[in-house]
Antibody, heavy 119, light 107 residues
Framework: EVQLVQSGAEVKKPGESLRISCKGSGYSFTTYWISWVRQMPGKGLEWMGRIDPSDSFTNYSPSFQGHVTISTDKSISTAYLQWSSLKASDTAMYYC????????????WGQGTLVTVSS | DIQMTQSPSSLSASVGDRVTITCRASQSISSYLNWYQQKPGKAPKLLIYAASSLQSGVPSRFSGSGSGTDFTLTISSLQPEDFVSYYCQQSYGTPWTFGQGTKVEIK
């Protein structure tokens, strides 16, 4: 069974760093891209970027470039989303999703990780 | 960036109704258009990929059409579990962008 399991909810202060994870199982992790999607409270979906686990090639949305880092550790089939300095505006639910390519859509999603940034 | 304009932002309908949601791209995206359903508090679920291909396990009352800049998601007969939110997403060029969403409400 294909699964993407994300790490648990986080509560952080502005300026702190954070890394959340997305562990894939039930499939060949390097065969599918992983993308990250933000959903702020009560709002729509925003695509943040994607990574190809086979070679770590990444694309970022300009809206998130420079503020987050997407990475993978293919030895443990895990993708990461990382901040070096959180802002209150980073408070949101974050989802990872698996894509077989540009034409296949995100067919499996993680359950989401809620990040709360508050002083 | 490619802008995706989804309409309507919300609609009211009854069980059994046929509903159509539209998504327009700011430039041609060929058929690189996906549709997702999102229930409250849950992750999105892929319904349609490549504009018109039904994702495995998705009921056949859902269908997609279009190419280039104009796309539609049709639900042929609304069921009680369909009164949730829907999003389109283009995957033609990065950044992949979503429409702003459509909330389907019970009339």
């Amino acid at each position: 069974e294909v699964q993407l399991v994300q790490s648990g909810a986080e509560v952080k202060k502005p300026g702190e760093s954070l890394r959340i994870s997305c562990k894939g199982s039930g499939y060949s992790f390097t065969t599918y891209w992983i993308s990250w999607v933000r959903q702020m409270p009560g709002k729509g979906l925003e695509w943040m970027g994607r990574i190809d686990p086979s070679d770590s090639f990444t694309n970022y949305s300009p809206s998130f470039q420079g503020h987050v880092t997407i990475s993978t550790d293919k030895s443990i089939s895990t993708a990461y989303l990382q901040w070096s300095s959180l802002k209150a505006s980073d408070t949101a639910m974050y989802y990872c999703a698996r894509h077989g390519g540009s034409s296949t859509g995100g067919d499996y999603w993680g359950q989401g990780t809620l990040v709360t940034v508050s002083s | 960036d490619i802008q995706m304009t989804q309409s309507p932002s919300s609609l009211s309908a009854s069980v059994g109704d046929r509903v159509t949601i539209t998504c327009r791209a700011s430039q041609s995206i060929s058929s690189y258009l996906n549709w997702y359903q999102q229930k409250p508090g849950k992750a999105p679920k892929l319904l349609i990929y490549a504009a018109s291909s039904l994702q495995s396990g998705v009921p056949s009352r859902f269908s997609g059409s279009g190419s280039g800049t104009d796309f539609t998601l049709t639900i042929s007969s609304l069921q009680p579990e369909d009164f949730v939110s829907y999003y389109c997403q283009q995957s033609y060029g990065t950044p992949w962008t979503f429409g702003q969403g459509t909330k389907v409400e019970i009339k």
